[in-house]
């Protein structure tokens, strides 16, 4: 039997929503609703994260 990886689900979602945002900012949409609502969405998520990497030690990006 071979060993499951599980899918990063949360990793594509997270890269979809940042397309999304930035597809909004080319088409000069910012501050439109939907564009508040998936700036709140990825900010939620990074707020989310943030207590997790600081917990494992893990530095962030640079």
């Known amino acids: 039997m071979g060993i ?10 997270d890269e979809e929503l940042a397309i999304q945002l930035w597809e ?3 088409a ?8 508040r609502r998936l700036d709140a969405e990825i900010s939620r998520r ?3 994260a ?3 990497r ?3 030690g893990a ?3 640079r």
């Open 28 to 35: 000069g949409e910012i501050g439109s609703p939907e564009y």
């Open 24 to 26: 909004l900012v080319m």
């Open 4 to 13: 499951v990886i599980p899918f990063p689900t949360q990793q594509v979602m």
């Open 59 to 61: 530095r962030p990006w």
């Open 54 to 56: 600081q917990a494992s």
């Open 46 to 48: 990074k707020a989310l």
């Open 50 to 52: 943030e207590p997790r």
